[in-house]
Every structure is written in structure tokens, then in C-alpha cells.
């Protein structure tokens, strides 16, 4: 099973990282000023990633595809790494939707 890990980075901001079962990195958020914050956004991440369109798929400038999982309203609660194909780009996808919604969650501060 997948695990959210909630880190603070240098600045003092809250990120949260979604790993899925084999320890791979598939999401991870915006920085948060608050612990608050970052657990409401694991929260959204659960709540949308089961529908297909919260997902934005993009291609970065090097042509490598990733994405993004926005809420309801459009904001950005999650951002892939980059890819080497769409076909992994969507097994990325495939991966939060079968992780995200039970994953239990590590705080690592």
C-alpha cells in the first residue's frame, strides 16, 4: 500500500510526497505554511484522484510528459515527476488513483 510522507523542508514549509507500494515517488505538493494545510491538501488528494478530470496532462519544455492533479476549483494540490513516455505518464495516474485513497500517513520532521 501507498504512503503520503510529510516533510519540512528548508524554509520551514510543509510537503507532503505520495509513495506508492515499491517506495516511488508519484506526487507531490506544493509547499504549505502550515502542517494544517499540508493535511488538507493529502485530504483534497484522496477526495479528487479518482476522477480522470482532475488530472492535467502536460509536456514540459525537455518533451517529457507529466502531470497534475488539480481539486474541483483548479488549484494544483499535486505535480508528477517527469516521464519517458505517456504510457508511463499514465501508469503515474493509475498508480495515485490506486494509492492515494487509502494511504496512510508518515510525518518525517
Not at 517506495?23 to 479518482?50: F, H, M, Q, R, W
Not at 525537455?62 to 499514465?90: D, H, R
Amino acid at each position: 500500500m501507498g504512503k503520503f510522507e510529510i516533510k519540512k523542508d528548508k524554509a520551514g514549509k510543509f510537503r507532503f510526497n505520495l509513495k506508492a507500494a515499491n517506495g516511488l515517488v508519484v506526487l507531490t505538493s506544493e509547499a504549505y505554511n502550515t502542517k494544517a494545510a499540508c493535511d488538507n491538501g493529502i485530504a483534497s488528494v484522496k477526495k479528487n484522484c479518482g476522477s480522470d478530470k482532475c488530472y492535467d496532462k502536460k509536456v514540459a519544455k525537455n518533451g517529457k510528459p507529466y502531470f497534475n492533479l488539480k481539486s474541483t476549483n483548479g488549484q494544483v494540490i499535486g505535480s508528477s515527476q517527469m516521464y519517458s513516455s505517456t504510457s508511463s505518464m499514465n501508469k503515474g495516474i493509475a498508480s495515485v488513483k490506486n494509492n492515494a485513497p487509502k494511504a496512510e500517513v508518515k510525518e518525517d520532521f
